[in-house]
């Protein structure tokens, strides 16, 4: 028996199928030491932290059998062995002892079970003992002996490991993934970072012409000027020839309309408002932090269609306004 199996469980469905009661580890360990069941209930906390149904004797309900509870170890989808050398002295010499009933479930079931049913886990056991119904099998364990003296203790490592085998992933990751995968990963991680990156959706310059795609951009961002000088426009889709532009990352936005204020009061055309909805063919004043404004004409205004996808995108032309 290897019960640390290299077969994907995707195409084993014995691995798979669940009893409406069953979960997704059993776990079977020794009471050896206070310090042990602590360390028993910590991984297990672990891994239902990562969303796994765990069975482990903390589970068992007040009034509950606790050889009924053991029973649950053939609906199980996986079950870990956690062996100490305790484990082995007790599955091995003390028949009516936990660890032995559970070992005897255990056997029983096995044949039932696909090969990747069953693992062991090795702690505290430096000479890899197992219990004699497994001796001759030489299963491939997982190792989270601790050598303190030479600073080698279980980790992160060993907790992939763990989780590889529960989701029917190969043993050695190294050999899981091909090279080819890894540099499309890797060209993916990229794109992606070029992408997001602010310095795509930037432009240093007091004026300039710019053809925006807002959609792709960081919360719909283009950022133009330096210093006390600089603005960022941020907008979404509104109408057919509309957006909404938006203060956020400013202090204020207006609509420059000669009929509501003189055109060359532009601290005049502010909203109050959050936003304001600019028209294809308007111009838009922005005043940044430092009181300082800016004039965004939008030459052109294009909603998302499907069929095929178009993102939705702005044409516009800004000028920061000298001395302002």
Same mark, same amino acid.
């Given at each position: 028996?290897?019960?640390?199996?290299?077969?994907?469980?995707? &195409?084993?469905?014995? @691995?798979?199928?669940?009893?409406?009661?069953?979960?997704?580890?059993?776990?079977?360990? @020794?009471?050896?030491?206070?310090? $042990?069941?602590?360390?028993?209930?910590? =991984?297990?906390? $672990?891994?239902? !932290?990562?969303?796994?149904? *765990?069975?482990?004797?903390?589970?068992?309900?007040?009034?509950?059998?606790?050889?009924?509870? !053991?029973?649950?170890?053939?609906? @199980?989808?996986?079950?870990?062995? *956690?062996?100490?050398?305790?484990?082995?002295?007790? %599955?091995?010499?003390?028949?009516?002892?936990?660890?032995?009933?559970?070992?005897?479930?255990?056997?029983?079931? #096995?044949?039932?079970?696909?090969?990747?049913?069953?693992?062991?886990?090795?702690?505290?056991?430096?000479?890899?003992?197992?219990?004699?119904?497994?001796?001759? &099998?030489?299963?491939?364990?997982?190792?989270?002996? %601790?050598?303190?003296?030479?600073?080698?203790?279980?980790?992160?490592?060993?907790?992939?490991?763990?989780?590889?085998? =529960?989701?029917? =992933?190969?043993?050695?990751?190294?050999?899981? /993934? /091909?090279?080819?995968?890894?540099?499309?990963?890797?060209?993916?991680?990229?794109?992606?970072?070029?992408? +997001?990156?602010?310095?795509?959706?930037?432009?240093? +310059?007091?004026?300039?012409?710019? $053809?925006?795609?807002?959609?792709?951009?960081?919360?719909?961002?283009?950022?133009?000027?330096?210093?006390?000088?600089?603005? &960022?426009?941020?907008? +979404?889709? #509104?109408?057919?020839?509309?957006?909404?532009?938006?203060?956020?990352?400013?202090?204020?936005?207006?609509?420059?309309?000669?009929? @509501?204020?003189?055109?060359?009061?532009?601290?005049?055309?502010?909203?109050?408002?959050?936003?304001?909805?600019?028209?294809?063919?308007?111009?838009?004043?922005?005043?940044?932090?430092?009181?300082?404004?800016?004039?965004?004409?939008?030459? +052109?205004?294009?909603?998302?269609?499907?069929?095929?996808?178009?993102?939705?995108?702005?044409?516009?032309?800004?000028?920061?306004?000298?001395? &302002?």
């Amino acid at each position: 028996m290897m019960p640390y199996d290299t077969k994907s469980s995707m &195409t084993d469905p014995q @691995a798979k199928v669940l009893a409406p009661d069953g979960a997704d580890l059993f776990i079977s360990y @020794a009471w050896t030491s206070t310090q $042990h069941q602590q360390w028993v209930h910590l =991984l297990a906390a $672990h891994l239902k !932290m990562l969303g796994y149904h *765990i069975l482990v004797d903390a589970d068992v309900d007040y009034g509950d059998s606790l050889t009924g509870f !053991m029973r649950k170890i053939r609906h @199980a989808r996986h079950v870990l062995m *956690i062996v100490d050398e305790n484990y082995t002295v007790r %599955a091995n010499n003390a028949p009516d002892s936990g660890v032995a009933t559970e070992n005897r479930w255990i056997a029983e079931s #096995c044949p039932k079970k696909s090969e990747a049913w069953l693992t062991v886990l090795f702690k505290d056991n430096p000479r890899h003992r197992l219990p004699d119904w497994l001796a001759g &099998t030489n299963p491939k364990g997982l190792y989270f002996n %601790a050598y303190p003296d030479v600073g080698d203790f279980p980790g992160s490592e060993q907790l992939q490991e763990l989780w590889r085998w =529960l989701e029917g =992933l190969p043993a050695n990751d190294d050999h899981a /993934t /091909t090279i080819a995968t890894l540099r499309e990963r890797s060209a993916r991680l990229e794109r992606h970072a070029l992408q +997001s990156s602010t310095t795509r959706w930037r432009d240093p +310059s007091l004026s300039g012409k710019e $053809h925006f795609e807002y959609s792709e951009a960081p919360r719909g961002e283009f950022t133009f000027g330096f210093g006390e000088q600089e603005f &960022t426009l941020h907008v +979404s889709e #509104c109408g057919d020839d509309s957006i909404y532009l938006y203060k956020d990352p400013i202090e204020a936005v207006g609509v420059l309309r000669p009929e @509501a204020a003189p055109e060359d009061d532009l601290a005049a055309h502010l909203s109050s408002g959050r936003t304001v909805e600019p028209r294809t063919g308007e111009t838009a004043v922005l005043m940044n932090k430092y009181g300082a404004l800016c004039l965004v004409e939008f030459l +052109s205004v294009r909603r998302s269609s499907s069929s095929p996808y178009v993102a939705p995108s702005i044409d516009f032309q800004w000028q920061v306004v000298a001395g &302002t």
